[in-house]
């Protein structure tokens, strides 16, 4: 068990403390990070994720109780985060939809995919697919949606803006790579089409890239964060860290998930907050400083509550 743990983790943690380091050192800067994050978003990860897809068969691809659970962890702790921005923390529906985005959306392509691989095998690429989806068709329209309606920080918005600014966020997914080369790799499952030796190796060997480059991005990424504990923070974490997986366990014992599934969905709902969800803040200029200290504490967190469950995980046979 702790040989598994170590595998899973230990990589991580090092790839991380690398990209730190890099920052420490000067020798690469934010920017960089947002460079090798493109890279790993635009081709790395969804080269793996076809490779993954293809080399799978179409009957564990579409594995309907799988894809019901995440959608009901990702889903559920971004409603319940959502509501406690609106009533206990206060917030206006735009902050409180960035804090739902904070708590609802894991670090599935820079801190999931190595440890789900690492951990499960090839086959770890599934809840990644899946749960990438959730986040690119559902959870990021409807964060999209809610931020333009007319309560929010922009009161001149209106509904007919909103439902225009969701229908490019889904047209946007559809002409996403991460979205329609892994659903190539699907289709080409579902053929039951062999890819050839060379090209599955071309193909490997920039999906190969993805885990490591993930991870060292954001390290850099995180290089000169401060920590910031208050109550939106803490409450965060506990949603994103604690209660997702919790939640992920729910759905695992309502659909009745073989032990396999079961360790994907709970181990992708104890990963970390991903670094998007401080860029969607950025950018709408909503909720920042809590979303970046929520990513920095929540990964520091990450590391030691996704041991403790891959242990746990680990008696299920």
Request: glycine letters at 10%.
């Amino acid at each position: 068990m702790i040989v598994t743990i170590l595998n899973g983790l230990l990589p991580v943690v090092f790839a991380i403390a690398l990209g730190l380091q890099a920052g420490r050192a000067k020798l690469l800067s934010h920017g960089d990070a947002e460079v090798l994050a493109t890279f790993v978003i635009r081709c790395a990860l969804p080269l793996a994720l076809f490779e993954g897809a293809a080399t799978t068969p179409i009957e564990k691809v579409l594995d309907f109780r799988l894809a019901a659970c995440l959608t009901f962890g990702l889903m559920g702790s971004y409603l319940i985060a959502l509501a406690a921005g609106r009533l206990i923390f206060k917030h206006d529906l735009r902050t409180a939809t960035m804090q739902a985005l904070v708590c609802g959306y894991p670090d599935m392509a820079y801190f999931g995919a190595p440890i789900l691989i690492a951990v499960i095998g090839p086959a770890g690429f599934l809840p990644v697919l899946i749960g990438n989806l959730v986040t690119s068709v559902i959870m990021i329209p409807l964060t999209l949606f809610l931020t333009h309606l007319p309560d929010g920080a922009e009161p001149q918005s209106d509904t007919s803006s909103a439902v225009s600014v969701v229908g490019g966020a889904l047209a946007s997914a559809a002409t996403n790579p991460i979205v329609w080369v892994p659903l190539l790799g699907v289709v080409q499952s579902a053929l039951r089409v062999s890819m050839p030796g060379p090209i599955i190796a071309a193909v490997h060997i920039v999906g190969s890239a993805a885990g490591g480059t993930s991870l060292f991005a954001l390290g850099l990424m995180l290089y000169g964060e401060k920590f910031r504990f208050n109550a939106n923070v803490v409450t965060n974490i506990a949603i994103k860290n604690f209660l997702q997986p919790l939640l992920m366990g729910i759905g695992v014992i309502m659909l009745s998930l073989t032990p396999m599934a079961a360790r994907e969905a709970v181990i992708t709902g104890a990963v970390p907050t991903a670094t998007a969800a401080a860029m969607f803040a950025l950018k709408t200029r909503t909720y920042t400083k809590d979303a970046t200290a929520t990513i920095l504490v929540g990964t520091i967190v990450g590391v030691f509550t996704t041991a403790g469950l891959i242990a746990a995980l680990g008696l299920l046979k």
